[in-house]
């Protein structure tokens, strides 16, 4: 069987020193376990059991199969195995400059079932293994995104691009200037799967320097008090948008609920309750009158703001329940202007003419209607009355004609008060660099985030809105778009106001809101629009800007992510 010269005995040593080498380079450098016994096994790619040890670190328990677990069927888990890398290497991009270079492929690993029920049926701890969509999975710098995604339904794979912003504080901002930033915004973009992100690589690009106004200092608004009519469920939604502007500020709601009657002392409880938790100050009432409708009690709230009102209140603001103030800070500096202890009554027109030549010469409510102290006192004296002479059911008008019929004040008119009676694609607005003091209607004639939209006036006061010029096409309108023009900057005249919402062709806008100038084509204009906001625990916000991709043609969604450095 062997030749005569070679000793049968050099075979066998030759066999078992080749056995112990294999063994012990596969013990040392894939760091194999000992075999187990398993009902089962299931092959995964390596990079996937990266991504689990890193996260997970589980230890799990093997066990056989047991007919008597309550049903629960045995599920794969993870032995610990550890990857072929040195400790610091995992996950490590590269320097800038370099090309980022593909691991290693390694052997597929197997896995084995663990038994996941206990014996009462309950799951044992550290026995669950996440999923590969599991947060825990992606790097942390992507967390906003991943819990996003499925709200906005984002398409599974995405076009991602990560801008740093760091901005230079300055007390001197002319918010009417569009500066011009050289280099391009919308850069460094890869491809990120949110079903499989634990490797993947942003490039950090160098942050932009972008000048904005201070933040706003902390003040406290107990000079104001707010009053709105509505139903039980609109107000319980009005909350998060509330708190975005009054809470904590120490500024007061009166709320009267239209629908009080028919919910229980326990669901009214709740409702307050709700509000306490926003850090909202606010009283709920019922009408004080069950005849009168939700528009007469946009007026008599009036009533029970008064009751609920102290020596030191100078404004008295009726309200809708869709109206949003960015900051109070802005609202408060204006109405300051003005001497609260004269007869005053202030607000803003309607931007569509037509409703004024409709409704008249008055402060349409949904912008914010405002009452010096003096002349609050003396409508809710004659609240019945005026009610009583109406001659309209809007609470707008009857307000107007108790003024107009109770004092010698006029209509003031606030700049930066927006009634926004525009409808659908209101982009023009918002991305004409206007500092609004109100908003309105985004609920309903206009769908927009507005709550995310503002946050940014917690980081930059008056920075919400302010436009930068990036590269040759791009135009950046802080909180609302990043839009790009095929055509190039040039191509648009950013002086004047885009009308792109129903009727803007109609002149009747032109009084408020004009010169207006055409809607840019739609082929030509890629718009992201805001729709996640968010600060982290460092005090840098985050805001992602979204473009759905066409989904006919199989295109990818694309977000850029604005992270504003906080230091």
Same mark, same amino acid.
């Given at each position: 069987? /062997?030749?005569?010269?070679?000793?049968?005995?050099?075979?066998?040593?030759?066999?078992?020193?080749? /056995?112990?080498?294999?063994?012990?380079?596969?013990?040392?450098?894939?760091?194999?376990?000992?075999?187990?016994?398993?009902?089962?096994?299931?092959? &995964?790619?390596?990079?996937?059991?990266?991504?689990?040890?890193?996260?997970?670190?589980? $230890?799990?328990?093997?066990? #056989?199969?047991?007919?008597? %677990? %309550?049903?629960?069927?045995?599920? #794969?888990?993870?032995?610990?195995? !550890?990857? =072929?890398?040195?400790?610091?290497? =995992?996950?490590?991009?590269?320097?800038?400059?370099?090309?980022?270079?593909? #691991?290693?492929?390694?052997?597929?690993? !197997?896995?084995? @079932?663990?038994?996941?029920?206990?014996?009462?049926?309950?799951?044992?701890?550290?026995?669950?293994?996440?999923?590969?969509?599991?947060?825990?999975?992606?790097?942390?710098?992507?967390?906003?995104?991943?819990?996003?995604?499925?709200?906005?339904?984002?398409? *599974?794979?995405?076009?991602?691009?990560?801008?740093?912003?760091?901005?230079?504080?300055?007390?001197?901002?002319?918010?009417?200037?569009?500066? $011009?930033?050289?280099?391009? +915004?919308?850069?460094?973009?890869?491809?990120?799967?949110?079903?499989?992100?634990?490797?993947?690589?942003?490039?950090?690009?160098?942050? &932009?320097?972008?000048?904005?106004?201070?933040?706003?200092?902390?003040?406290?608004?107990?000079?104001? &008090?707010?009053?709105?009519?509505?139903?039980? %469920?609109?107000?319980?939604?009005?909350?998060?948008?509330?708190?975005?502007? &009054?809470?904590?500020?120490?500024?007061?709601?009166?709320?009267?609920?239209?629908?009080?009657?028919?919910?229980?002392?326990? !669901?009214?409880?709740?409702?307050?309750? %709700?509000?306490?938790?926003?850090?909202?100050?606010?009283?709920?009432?019922?009408?004080?009158?069950?005849?009168?409708?939700?528009?007469?009690?946009?007026?008599?709230?009036?009533?029970?703001?008064?009751?609920?009102?102290?020596?030191?209140?100078?404004?008295?603001?009726?309200?809708?329940?869709?109206?949003?103030?960015?900051?109070?800070?802005?609202?408060?500096?204006?109405?300051?202007?003005?001497?609260?202890?004269?007869?005053?009554?202030?607000?803003?027109?309607?931007?569509?003419?037509?409703?004024?030549?409709?409704?008249?010469?008055?402060?349409?409510?949904? =912008?914010?209607?405002?009452?010096?102290?003096?002349?609050?006192?003396?409508?809710?004296?004659?609240?019945? @009355?005026?009610?009583?002479? =109406?001659?309209?059911?809007?609470?707008?008008?009857? +307000?107007?004609?108790?003024?107009?019929?109770?004092?010698?004040?006029?209509?003031?008119?606030?700049?930066?008060?927006?009634?926004?009676?525009?409808?659908?694609?209101?982009?023009?607005?918002?991305?004409?660099?206007?500092?609004?003091?109100?908003?309105?209607?985004?609920?309903?004639?206009?769908?927009?985030?507005? !709550?995310?939209?503002?946050?940014?006036?917690?980081?930059?006061?008056?920075?919400?809105?302010?436009?930068?010029?990036?590269?040759?096409?791009?135009?950046?309108?802080?909180?609302?778009?990043?839009?790009?023009?095929?055509?190039? +900057?040039?191509?648009?005249?950013?002086?004047?106001? *885009?009308?792109?919402?129903?009727?803007?062709?109609?002149?009747?806008?032109? /009084?408020?809101?004009?010169?207006?100038?055409?809607?840019?084509?739609?082929?030509?204009?890629?718009?992201?629009? +805001?729709?996640?906001?968010?600060?982290?625990?460092?005090?840098?916000?985050?805001?992602?800007?979204?473009?759905?991709?066409?989904?006919?043609?199989?295109?990818?969604?694309?977000?850029?992510?604005?992270?504003?450095?906080?230091?």
């Amino acid at each position: 069987m /062997f030749p005569p010269k070679v000793p049968r005995v050099f075979v066998l040593a030759s066999v078992v020193l080749l /056995f112990l080498v294999t063994y012990t380079t596969l013990h040392l450098y894939h760091r194999v376990p000992p075999s187990y016994p398993a009902a089962g096994h299931q092959v &995964i790619p390596i990079n996937d059991v990266v991504a689990i040890e890193e996260q997970s670190n589980f $230890n799990h328990a093997v066990a #056989p199969e047991d007919p008597a %677990n %309550n049903g629960l069927n045995p599920v #794969p888990t993870v032995s610990t195995l !550890e990857p =072929a890398v040195q400790d610091g290497e =995992a996950g490590k991009m590269p320097e800038e400059g370099e090309q980022p270079t593909q #691991p290693s492929i390694q052997p597929p690993v !197997e896995t084995v @079932e663990a038994q996941t029920g206990s014996a009462d049926g309950e799951q044992s701890e550290g026995e669950h293994l996440p999923s590969i969509s599991d947060p825990n999975h992606c790097p942390k710098d992507l967390q906003l995104l991943l819990r996003s995604s499925i709200d906005l339904g984002l398409t *599974e794979r995405v076009r991602y691009t990560r801008r740093y912003i760091q901005p230079v504080f300055s007390n001197s901002v002319d918010r009417d200037n569009i500066p $011009n930033i050289t280099e391009p +915004l919308l850069q460094d973009v890869v491809e990120v799967d949110l079903n499989d992100c634990g490797g993947a690589w942003i490039p950090h690009s160098t942050p &932009i320097r972008l000048q904005v106004p201070n933040p706003h200092p902390e003040a406290a608004f107990t000079h104001l &008090i707010f009053g709105v009519a509505t139903d039980y %469920n609109r107000l319980n939604d009005s909350i998060s948008p509330f708190a975005h502007w &009054i809470s904590g500020t120490g500024a007061k709601i009166v709320a009267v609920v239209m629908d009080a009657k028919d919910k229980s002392p326990d !669901e009214m409880k709740q409702l307050q309750d %709700n509000f306490e938790a926003a850090g909202i100050n606010v009283t709920l009432a019922n009408p004080i009158n069950e005849t009168f409708t939700t528009a007469q009690n946009h007026f008599t709230v009036l009533v029970s703001m008064l009751d609920n009102s102290s020596p030191e209140t100078q404004w008295y603001g009726l309200l809708d329940d869709d109206t949003f103030f960015p900051s109070l800070k802005p609202l408060s500096d204006s109405l300051a202007m003005l001497d609260h202890r004269v007869d005053a009554y202030v607000g803003a027109l309607s931007e569509d003419f037509q409703a004024v030549r409709g409704f008249g010469f008055m402060a349409f409510g949904g =912008a914010g209607a405002f009452l010096s102290a003096p002349l609050a006192k003396k409508l809710g004296d004659q609240a019945f @009355e005026c009610i009583r002479r =109406a001659t309209t059911v809007e609470g707008d008008t009857i +307000l107007r004609d108790c003024v107009y019929a109770n004092s010698k004040a006029k209509l003031t008119v606030l700049p930066g008060l927006y009634q926004q009676d525009i409808r659908d694609d209101v982009s023009g607005f918002f991305e004409a660099g206007l500092k609004p003091l109100s908003l309105h209607h985004w609920k309903g004639w206009y769908k927009a985030p507005v !709550e995310k939209m503002a946050k940014v006036t917690k980081f930059c006061g008056d920075c919400f809105l302010q436009r930068w010029r990036f590269g040759t096409d791009t135009v950046f309108s802080n909180g609302f778009s990043i839009a790009t023009y095929s055509d190039g +900057l040039e191509s648009v005249d950013l002086e004047l106001m *885009e009308g792109t919402w129903g009727r803007a062709d109609s002149k009747d806008f032109d /009084f408020s809101l004009g010169p207006l100038r055409d809607p840019y084509p739609l082929d030509k204009k890629r718009s992201y629009k +805001l729709r996640e906001a968010e600060f982290e625990e460092n005090g840098d916000l985050k805001q992602l800007y979204v473009r759905a991709g066409n989904s006919s043609a199989g295109e990818l969604d694309q977000v850029v992510e604005l992270v504003w450095q906080k230091k």
